[in-house]
Each structure stands twice: as structure tokens, then as C-alpha cells.
């Protein structure tokens, strides 16, 4: 046995100092040996050794590996590029340093920092936590199979899902590559598209949760959960009545909420938003809408004693910011109501409200047109006439909006002044 008390069975591959395996002792216990062999390379015209482990406790599997390496780093410095690895953690600090400034346009910064908290989730768990904190060098496309597995495995993730952090792992791969930090992206085919159509309602469960909320946002144990479901309340109201996404209805101010009378004297509520997967449009809301604008503005004056800011978001919580996630409030309600799954146990979520509206649309005798509700909901009549409904059903042509049955809104018998009115 050759070597000293941190490097044992230490073997020189090729007898000339370049290519060093050995052992180490275990962690926490120096009277043991690592049986999984490290590496040591000596690189030509590198003044930094490079130290890594051959991740196999078998000598011919190490030493072929070291070999291998040894050539892989060779040709990158020869190349000009950077020979030693940067951790997973390091990296994702510096594309961070690097994501964040003012000095890039596209995609916004508001999709940056969503990107960042993404890779920080579910990416960060898998290369820090289950691969060891992986030099990114080593993220080959076999790496992120492995990725994809355990991300169905573990978390029940859609082909969709992984194809939206396929995107975000690759933004962060792209500046690896960069700043030399790997020598090329690893392309990985990201999972088939999956034509895929969330939970959604009835309109008999949707009465049995228009009838519930009342007493669901009375029964709150104190002051702030009964001030988040009131306000849950008439987001679940609007949404279902206008087809908005979630995100869409969560970043919604004040400001951008106004009325239009049209010639035959019906007044409709009309929300602006500034961006969307169609650009920037206007959504008109249901008859009857106008009920929850106000009791929310009423609710929010009140607390404030004056009226709200313009800037401020509709949804806001106690202290004027924006609520980011209402995911546990709105599961609450539902398991309240008995409705947290369907019958095909799916699990129904806030998008669940803008699939019911779809289909209520849809429904209307005669059906709204697809070409209008594609364009209130800031979609594509592709995607209206693939997840909605038949396209033969479909009569074009017709006014957003109308209401089957009694999907009905309560008429608001208010006398105060609104600056959306």
C-alpha cells in the first residue's frame, strides 16, 4: 500500500504524475477507507490540478475513467476552455448574478425571476440533493432522462410540466456554456406534448359551490383566514365568470377594471391585461359581474379608510401586495364543498374555474363563438375547438358572454360611487 494517511492506494496510471487515482478515508472516520476511487489529473500548461471522483469502487472501471477524463481535458484546454468543474450550486449563483440584470430585455424580468425560482425548486432538489451537488459538466443528456424519471416518479409531474422546466434548465445550461463552463449543451428531446384538459366543474357542483362559500368564509377560526377566504371568494366568482387565468386575475388592479355600456343600455365590467400568452387584451366579464368588484371595493375602503390605489392589485392581502399563491385556500373551499376531485379522481385546482367557463360558453343555446371566447380568454380558437367542445356545435358569430340556465349572478343593489362604474 503506497500513499499517506488522506491518500491510499495510490497508483500512478502512467508513471509520469498526470493521471493519480487513490482512495480517501471515509468521511468522519479516519481509520476507514473510501472504497469508490478519486482522481487526480495533472493537465498540461494547467497550473491547477483537477480533483474528482471516478464515482466506482472497481480499479479497472477507474482507471479507465481517469484515462478518458484525462483526454476529455486535455482537448478542452487545447480549446481554451475551462477545465474545472463548477458545482451544480456555484453555477446557478453565477447564471442568478447574471440573470438579474437590468442589461437584459428578453424574456422580462418578472419570467427571469420565475425561471430562478423554478430552477431553485425541483432542479435544485435532483442536481444538489440527489446527484450530489453535480459538477455541471457532468450533466449529460442521460442526466436529465434521469431528471424527467424522477420528477414523474417522485412528484406525478404531466409531460407538459417537464417540458416548461425543460426550458428553464436549459436557459441555465445555455449560459454555462457560455462561460465555459461545460463544452457543449447536452440535448435532451424534451417529452411528447400532452393534449391535456384540467378537472373541471359541472354546473351542478358549481351552484354547490357558489351556495357553500358563504358559510365556508363565515366558519374561518380568525380574522385573517375569514380576510383570505372573502377575498377567495369573489376570485373564484370572477374567474368563473370571465375565463381569466390564474395568473392573470392575481396581478389584476384596480386601475386596470372598468365598465362599457353598450347601445342597448347593458353595462358589462372590463378587466385590462397587460400581458398574456396573446399580448395585452381586454376581457369582458359576465352579466352581473359588477356584484363582486364592488363588494370587494367596499371591503378594501373600509380596511383602508380611503378608497384604493389604482396600483393596487384586486386581490391584494391586508398590506397591499400582490397574494402570490391561493392554491391552499382555494383546496380548502373544495374540500369544504365535498369537491376537491371528480369522479375520474383528478385533482381540481384554480384553472378549473377557467375550464368551466370555457364550457359553459360553449354551452350557451345558441353557443358563444369560438373566435370571440378564444379572444376573451386570450387563447387560440384551436385550443377553444380541441379541449371545449365539437367545432360542429359551434355557432360563430354570436356575443360573449350570455348565461345558461340559472348560472346567475346576484344583481347588486349598492348606492355608493365606483371610479370603474
Known sequence: MTGNKFRHNLLDVRQ????????????????????????????????????????????????????????????????????????????????ESYYLSPNIQKPSLKNRQHYLAQLKNHPYQFFVEQQGDIGVERITPEVIQRYYQYRQVQHGVSNNTLRRETTYINAFLSWCLQERLITERPETPRPEHQNQVRATFNLKEWRSIAASMKGWVE?????????????????????????????EMRVLKWGQVNSHKYPNGEVRMVATFPTGKTGKRETVFNTGSETYFKRLWDYRKEELGHDPSPEECVFCGSDGREVSDRKKSFASLLNYCGLRTNTAGEVRSLYSLRHFYAHQQLRNDPPTSVYDLARNMGTSVKVIESNYGDRDNVSRGQNIGRKSGSWATNKSDSKNSYPFM
Do not use: M, W
Open 16 to 95: 509520469d504524475g498526470t493521471i493519480i487515482i487513490y482512495n480517501r478515508p471515509k468521511f468522519g472516520d479516519n481509520t476507514q477507507i473510501n472504497p469508490v476511487y478519486q482522481l487526480e489529473l495533472k493537465i498540461p500548461n494547467q497550473k491547477k490540478l483537477v480533483r474528482v471522483s471516478t464515482r466506482t469502487k472497481d480499479k479497472n472501471e477507474a482507471i479507465r475513467f481517469a484515462l478518458e477524463k484525462f483526454d476529455e481535458l486535455y482537448r478542452a484546454s487545447l480549446l481554451g476552455q475551462s477545465i474545472h468543474s463548477t458545482s451544480f450550486t456555484k453555477a446557478l449563483k453565477g447564471f
Open 219 to 247: 366558519c374561518a377560526p380568525n380574522d385573517a383566514i375569514h380576510r383570505d377566504r372573502f377575498y377567495l371568494r369573489d376570485l373564484v366568482l370572477l374567474t368563473s365568470n370571465c375565463g381569466a387565468r390564474p395568473g
